[in-house]
């Protein structure tokens, strides 16, 4: 009994929620799809993180949902604009460590330009 409860709790110490919050919300033109630019703070062992990410503009964000981009910044911000319908612009930092950045996603163009 007790080697289960230490078992869980290492568990439920490891799987813990990430904490989350919303940088910038923009909608394409044609109010097809929404771009959000959040950061999260997964805890003490793990730096913070810039993540992306385009959805319908009907649907709720899922940060867990799968990222186009995710970078760390440090203590710059990134910035997200659109240029057409389907072509969106993320301004990154000169300094950050990108992890991911992809080129397309559902649909949409993503181009990137360092500030």
């Given at each position: 009994m007790g080697?289960?409860?230490i078992l869980g709790l290492w568990?439920?110490?490891y799987d813990a929620p990430c904490?989350?919050?919303i940088i910038q919300e923009v909608s394409s033109p044609d109010k097809k799809y929404i771009a959000t630019l959040f950061v999260k703070d997964c805890g003490a062992t793990t730096s913070?993180?810039?993540h992306l990410n385009i959805r319908t503009i009907s649907s709720k964000l899922n940060t867990d949902d799968e990222d186009i981009f995710i970078a760390q910044?440090?203590?710059e911000s990134a910035n997200v604009s659109w240029l057409?319908?389907?072509i969106l612009l993320v301004d990154v930092p000169e300094t950050a460590r990108i992890f991911k950045n992809l080129d397309s996603f559902k649909g949409c163009q993503i181009k990137y330009s360092r500030k």
């Open positions: 080697a289960v409860l568990f439920s110490e904490g989350t919050k913070e993180s810039t910044l440090g203590d057409s319908s389907n």
